[in-house]
């Protein structure tokens, strides 16, 4: 059974998924990898093969191209939308899931994903992009084999190359971060979105933090920011850990609370007596 699976929809990331696979094939063998196409032969029930196929697989490369977030709504009583189906069956036996986007594709966030999804959004995406795929491919092979580990063998024609007397050892992997941890990290309140407002949302790509600035209304904007930044904030960007993501929010709380110091012993100058 393959050791990796390709999730995608043929009508969003078809061709990307193609091109994926065969980079994947050539890596690591044909075998170790499963696109639908493929991989389930004739006469077989595609829900039971692709269910025992997700069940096997290490790792599953979910594509998220432009229109996916949009099928997917468009399909949400399609009982037979095996795309979901995948996805929901990795994320439901806790399987490694990396999404990838291409196309220019973000991430959704949890709230535009039914409940079986959404923690699709706490899995750490990686991105190609045709003007520097080339260097992206490679990035994603080292992706892969760390989420593989000993359990992905490397196929390739070339002759070996001689090993070095004293070879210098490789740099440990980045550890993957803990689910647990990055949902306690995104129910916090979030001090730099609450104080900064639209200045913290143009920082980090949350652009609805603009409703801010409309009367009235504005001011429920601001508590959702503080009560919801952390989660947009995370799910707009790709973070090299929840580590560097509290550090950055932290310095962003620290001067949000500079620039509200600041304000208040303005008011207070200017005050009558």
Request: glycine share 6%; no cysteine.
């Amino acid at each position: 059974m393959p050791h990796i699976f390709i999730n995608y929809r043929r009508g969003d990331t078809s061709s990307n998924a193609s091109r994926l696979y065969e980079w994947l094939g050539e890596r690591y063998g044909e075998d170790q990898v499963f696109m639908d196409v493929d991989a389930i032969e004739p006469g077989l029930d595609w829900a039971r093969a692709i269910e025992s196929a997700v069940g096997a697989a290490d790792l599953v490369l979910a594509m998220i191209g432009n229109d996916w977030l949009t099928e997917l709504e468009r399909r949400s009583t399609d009982e037979d939308d095996f795309m979901r189906y995948e996805l929901e069956t990795a994320l439901r036996r806790d399987i490694r899931v990396i999404p990838v986007l291409v196309e220019g594709a973000k991430m959704p966030r949890s709230d535009e994903l039914p409940e079986s999804l959404s923690s699709l959004t706490r899995r750490q995406a990686f991105e190609i992009r045709d003007e520097r795929f080339r260097f992206d491919k490679e990035e994603l092979f080292r992706r892969v084999d760390r989420a593989l580990g000993s359990k992905g063998e490397v196929v390739t024609g070339a002759e070996p190359r001689p090993q070095p007397t004293e070879p210098t050892p490789a740099p440990p992997a980045a550890p993957a971060p803990d689910e647990a941890a990055v949902e306690t990290e995104l129910k916090k309140w979030n001090w730099g979105a609450f104080l900064l407002g639209p200045i913290w949302g143009i920082g980090h790509g949350v652009f609805r933090s603009l409703l801010t600035l409309v009367p009235i209304y504005g001011i429920y904007e601001w508590i959702m920011l503080g009560r919801k930044g952390n989660r947009w904030a995370w799910e707009q960007r790709r973070w090299d850990s929840i580590e560097s993501f509290r550090e950055t929010q932290r310095k962003w709380a620290m001067w949000g609370a500079i620039v509200a110091t600041l304000l208040v012993v303005i008011i207070l100058a200017n005050s009558p007596p």
